[in-house]
């Protein structure tokens, strides 16, 4: 019984990982690639020149502009963020560090929408600054500023959650001999830790680039959805979709979709660079 048993696990061994495959590939092809397909098939359907009309339309440029601007705008200061914490959680020991590692991952668990109302309760006209903000002249909420703090708190997490484990990899042995060698705090990161990180970090800039531009329930709650003036892509896409425009509706969707492949292919370059410099 015991030689039936083992004769059989080869055979089993070999159709496990074929089967795996199998089912990988027919979960990508219904969730991904088919919607995708269905997607820019929609948006070309009536035409090259339709498609390219409904990209060029005012409100259309408009909200393809904010969304560059608020993604050039949050990108950098996430990446700031994420440094320092990443730095701070990994390379030292302090109290409150764990407190620091469940707010870093908070916007992991909390539904974007409630991210927007927090700036709503506090930035509204009848929030805790809102009258303030309202006798200065002060625009947040259904404003760009807005825009940009509510995609700022549903991304901060991606470079740093990106840096952590890494820099947790590394240890602090380097470190440690660069400062007895008299190398100062700044001088020590950018000659020792930057070099080890840059592959992380480069990973962790683009997941939280592609968030931002395609961030959708925050956003909604603070734009106040003004046409040509708070509606970034995402949101763009919902109006046009709402109104019936579908074509438009897709079109934008999918120069979004082509935005986030782009990101995605870049990490994948990225990836393959860094396993090959290893």
């Given at each position: 019984?015991?030689?039936?048993?083992?004769?059989?696990?080869p055979t089993?061994?070999?159709?496990?990982?074929?089967?795996l495959i199998?089912?990988?590939?027919?979960?990508?092809?219904?969730?991904?690639?088919?919607?995708?397909?269905?997607?820019?098939?929609?948006?070309?359907?009536?035409?090259?020149?339709?498609?390219?009309?409904?990209?060029?339309?005012?409100?259309?440029?408009?909200?393809?502009?904010?969304?560059?601007?608020?993604?050039?705008?949050?990108?950098?200061?996430?990446?700031?963020?994420?440094?320092?914490?990443?730095?701070?959680?990994?390379?030292?020991?302090?109290?409150?560090?764990?407190?620091?590692?469940?707010?870093?991952?908070?916007?992991?668990?909390?539904?974007?929408?409630?991210?927007?109302?927090?700036?709503?309760?506090?930035?509204?006209?009848?929030?805790?600054?809102?009258?303030?903000?309202?006798?200065?002249?002060?625009?947040?909420?259904?404003?760009?500023?807005?825009?940009?703090?509510?995609?700022?708190?549903?991304?901060?997490?991606?470079?740093?959650?990106?840096?952590?484990?890494?820099?947790?990899?590394?240890?602090?042995?380097?470190?440690?001999?660069?400062?007895?060698?008299?190398?100062?705090?700044?001088?020590?990161?950018?000659?020792?830790?930057?070099?080890?990180?840059?592959?992380?970090?480069?990973?962790?800039?683009?997941?939280?680039?592609?968030?931002?531009?395609?961030?959708?329930?925050?956003?909604?709650?603070?734009?106040?959805?003004?046409?040509?003036?708070?509606?970034?892509?995402?949101?763009?896409?919902?109006?046009?979709?709402?109104?019936?425009?579908?074509?438009?509706?897709?079109?934008?969707?999918?120069?979004?979709?082509?935005?986030?492949?782009?990101?995605?292919?870049?990490?994948?370059?990225?990836?393959?660079?860094?396993a090959r410099?290893?």
């Amino acid at each position: 019984m015991k030689a039936r048993i083992l004769k059989f696990l080869p055979t089993a061994d070999s159709l496990v990982k074929p089967a795996l495959i199998v089912i990988s590939l027919v979960f990508l092809a219904v969730v991904l690639i088919i919607p995708v397909v269905s997607v820019i098939g929609y948006a070309v359907s009536k035409g090259l020149d339709v498609y390219l009309a409904a990209l060029r339309s005012p409100d259309t440029i408009k909200a393809i502009q904010l969304t560059l601007m608020t993604a050039a705008i949050v990108v950098p200061l996430n990446t700031v963020f994420g440094v320092c914490a990443a730095w701070a959680i990994a390379k030292f020991d302090f109290r409150g560090k764990q407190f620091l590692i469940t707010l870093i991952d908070l916007p992991f668990s909390v539904s974007p929408v409630v991210a927007g109302l927090v700036f709503i309760l506090l930035f509204g006209s009848k929030g805790w600054f809102g009258p303030w903000l309202q006798q200065n002249h002060i625009s947040i909420v259904f404003a760009f500023p807005g825009i940009v703090l509510a995609t700022l708190l549903v991304t901060f997490p991606y470079v740093a959650r990106e840096l952590i484990p890494v820099m947790q990899l590394q240890g602090r042995g380097a470190e440690e001999a660069a400062t007895s060698l008299g190398a100062r705090g700044w001088m020590t990161f950018f000659r020792v830790t930057l070099p080890d990180i840059r592959w992380a970090l480069l990973y962790g800039i683009i997941l939280c680039n592609a968030r931002a531009m395609g961030e959708f329930g925050a956003v909604a709650v603070v734009s106040g959805h003004i046409r040509g003036l708070t509606t970034t892509m995402p949101l763009q896409i919902e109006i046009m979709y709402n109104e019936y425009d579908l074509v438009g509706a897709f079109a934008v969707a999918s120069l979004l979709m082509m935005l986030a492949v782009i990101s995605l292919l870049a990490k994948l370059a990225f990836e393959a660079l860094g396993a090959r410099r290893h």
